[in-house]
């Protein structure tokens, strides 16, 4: 037969921190019976002022997002995504930066033949569209001889069975402008990864 509480007894809530403190301090005290364990656990499903409660929790969450923000731009490999993670891709990101491409004035080039298309005159429309795509095809090339470069380097490093693809990565990263990559890039021009 069950042995049945008594109503009168109230349990001794203790908090986290003495439970935290006794449970460290070793086997000194009778265990707890689940009664006084679920009491010291209990809290309020919805606490007393919303509005609070909100107003903490938007605060957190734009911490923590503020956190994820700033270790990604310094290159902190817990806030990275996965396309961005591990050494290869940190050296593809080195090596991209310590260079100079072509297509990192792309979208000036874009924005100055937009503006040319304004002009009234055909001729310097024309000629600012061929210039693009002049332009376009030269760092399609270059993007083309950094992906071999790329993978040469991997292989000398890494080895030639343990280089992944990075081409795409290499390329995407070359063709934005410095200033907007993510993350922020950690070396110098010309200081490349050894």
């Known amino acids: 037969m069950?042995?049945?509480p008594n109503s009168t007894e109230e349990p001794s809530a203790e908090s986290l921190e003495e439970t935290q403190a006794r449970l460290k301090a070793g086997k000194g005290a009778p265990t707890p019976s689940?009664?006084?364990q679920e009491a010291a656990r209990k809290r309020?499903?919805?606490p007393n002022d919303r509005k609070e409660a909100a107003r903490q929790a938007?605060?957190?969450t734009a911490e923590a997002r503020e956190r994820a923000r700033l270790g990604m731009a310094a290159g902190d490999e817990r806030y990275l995504p996965m396309r961005d993670r591990g050494?290869?891709?940190k050296y593809v990101r080195d090596y991209v930066d310590a260079r100079f491409s072509i297509g990192e004035v792309l979208i000036p080039v874009m924005f100055a033949v937009i503006l040319?298309?304004?002009v009234p005159s055909v001729e310097a429309q024309s000629?600012?569209?061929i210039a693009l795509w002049a332009f376009f095809?030269?760092?399609v090339i270059d993007v083309v001889i950094l992906g071999f470069l790329v993978r040469r380097k991997l292989a000398e490093k890494f080895g030639a069975d343990k280089v992944e693809r990075v081409r795409w990565y290499a390329a995407m990263r070359a063709l934005q402008l410095r200033p907007l990559r993510l993350p922020k890039p950690q070396v110098k021009r010309g200081h490349y990864p050894s």
């Open 137 to 139: 095809l030269v760092a």
């Open 34 to 36: 689940r009664k006084e």
């Open 116 to 118: 040319l298309t304004f």
């Open 127 to 129: 000629i600012g569209i």
């Open 44 to 46: 309020p499903l919805v």
């Open 2 to 4: 069950a042995k049945q």
């Open 58 to 60: 938007r605060a957190k």
């Open 87 to 89: 050494p290869q891709k």
